[in-house]
C-alpha cells in the first residue's frame, strides 16, 4: 500500500495564478483532510471531507476549494495564489471508527 | 470552540535525560487527546494516544498522561536518543470529530 500520495512535491506559482494539489489514499478511508503547516503555528484544517461527495470548511478555507472527486481522491484548488498562502500542505486520511490520522508527505508551495 | 495550547515551544535535553511537553485544552466534552511526531522535512506520524476515560498510558519510552479536571494532558519521554529530536504536535478532538492542534514543540537532544 502507497498510503497517501501526494502531487507536486514542490511548486513555486507566481500571484494570481491557479493551481490544484492532488492527493490519493489507498487505505479505504472515509474521511480525508487538507491542513496548511506555517511555522509556529501547528497544522491548521482547511477543508474535511467525511465521506464521498461531502465537504466542509475547517478553519481557515479562504481562498481555498475542494473536490471530493470519489471515495480516493481529495484535491485542493487555490484559484488565484496570495503570498499568503505560502506554506506546506498536507493531506490526512482517517478510517471510520478510528481517530487516527494518517498523513501524505506533504507540498511545500511558495507564491511570489 | 476548543482551543489548545502547547508548551514549551521549545525544549532542549541531554542525552539520557527525560523530557516533558504539556498541553492544555479549552472544551471540557474533548475525549481524545493524540500527540504526533514530525521528523524534519516528513510527515507528521501518531506517537501515542489517550481517552478520556484512562488517566495514563505507556509505550516503552513514551508515556502521555490526562488530567481531566485542570484540562490538561502531558507527553513524558524517557531516556532520550538522538532519534527523539523532532517536533511533538499535541492535538485534542472538537465537538465536530476533528482535531484541534497545539503549536507544536521542538525537541533537541544535545549529545
Known amino acids: 500500500n502507497a498510503g497517501v500520495t501526494q502531487t507536486p512535491k514542490f511548486q513555486v506559482l507566481k500571484t494570481g495564478q491557479s493551481m490544484t494539489l492532488q492527493c490519493a489514499q489507498d487505505m479505504n478511508h472515509n474521511s480525508m483532510y487538507w491542513y496548511r503547516q506555517d511555522p509556529g503555528m501547528g497544522l491548521r484544517l482547511i477543508y474535511y471531507s467525511a465521506s464521498e461527495g461531502t465537504t466542509d470548511k475547517g478553519e481557515v478555507p479562504n481562498g481555498y476549494n475542494v473536490s471530493r472527486l470519489n471515495k480516493r481522491e481529495f484535491s485542493l484548488r487555490l484559484e488565484s495564489a496570495a503570498p499568503s498562502q505560502t506554506s506546506v500542505y498536507f493531506c490526512?486520511?482517517?478510517?471510520?471508527?478510528?481517530?487516527?490520522?494518517?498523513f501524505g508527505p506533504g507540498t511545500r508551495l511558495t507564491v511570489t | 470552540g476548543e482551543n489548545v495550547e502547547q508548551h514549551p515551544s521549545t525544549l532542549s535535553v541531554q542525552e539520557g535525560d527525560s523530557a516533558v511537553i504539556k498541553c492544555t485544552y479549552s472544551?471540557?466534552?474533548?475525549?481524545?487527546f493524540p500527540w504526533y511526531k514530525q521528523e524534519l522535512g516528513k510527515r507528521p506520524q501518531l506517537i501515542i494516544d489517550i481517552r478520556s476515560n484512562v488517566g495514563e498510558k505507556k509505550d516503552q519510552r513514551i508515556a502521555v498522561t490526562l488530567n481531566k479536571t485542570a484540562k490538561h494532558f502531558s507527553l513524558h519521554i524517557t531516556e532520550t536518543q538522538p532519534e527523539d529530536s523532532a517536533v511533538y504536535f499535541c492535538a485534542a478532538e472538537d465537538s465536530n470529530y476533528q482535531l484541534i492542534w497545539g503549536a507544536g514543540t521542538k525537541l533537541i537532544i544535545k549529545p
Open positions: 490526512a486520511s482517517r478510517k471510520e471508527f478510528s481517530y487516527e490520522q494518517y
Open positions: 472544551d471540557s466534552a474533548s475525549n481524545y
